[in-house]
Nanobody
Framework: QVQLVESGGGLVQAGGSLRLSCAAS????????MGWFRQAPGKEREFVAS????????YYADSVKGRFTISRDNANYTVYLQMNSLKPEDTAVYYC?????????????????WGQGTQVVVSS
């Protein structure tokens, strides 16, 4: 069964940190690049970060570069998003996704499997 399950969201003050986790089944993780996307109320889903298989390359949206870090633990089929210096504009539902390929990508349509999302709220 294909499955991605996000966790780690919550309420945090501006300037704070959160670490999101995404637990994946082997079929959605091994040999696949992974990505994080987010969707704020009334807005389209947008790219946040991507990491290649097995993890040598990463790519970030300009809006989070220098503040967020994507990483993966291949032995435990888990991908992380460390979020520091959070801003109110980072408030969104964050989604984990696996790509049909090993290389990084910011293109949403290249990601075949998606989790249900985890809510992040950053208060000012």
């Amino acid at each position: 069964q294909v499955q991605l399950v996000e966790s780690g969201g919550g309420l945090v003050q501006a300037g704070g940190s959160l670490r999101l986790s995404c637990a994946a089944s082997g079929r959605t993780f091994s040999n696949y690049a992974m990505g994080w996307f987010r969707q704020a109320p009334g807005k389209e889903r947008e790219f946040v970060a991507s990491i290649s298989w097995p993890g040598r390359s990463t790519y970030y949206a300009d809006s989070v570069k220098g503040r967020f870090t994507i990483s993966r633990d291949n032995a435990n089929y888990t991908v992380y998003l460390q979020m520091n210096s959070l801003k109110p504009e980072d408030t969104a539902v964050y989604y984990c996704a696996s790509r049909t390929g090993a290389g990084i990508s910011f293109r949403i349509y290249e990601y075949a499997h998606w989790g249900q999302g985890t809510q992040v709220v950053v208060s000012s």
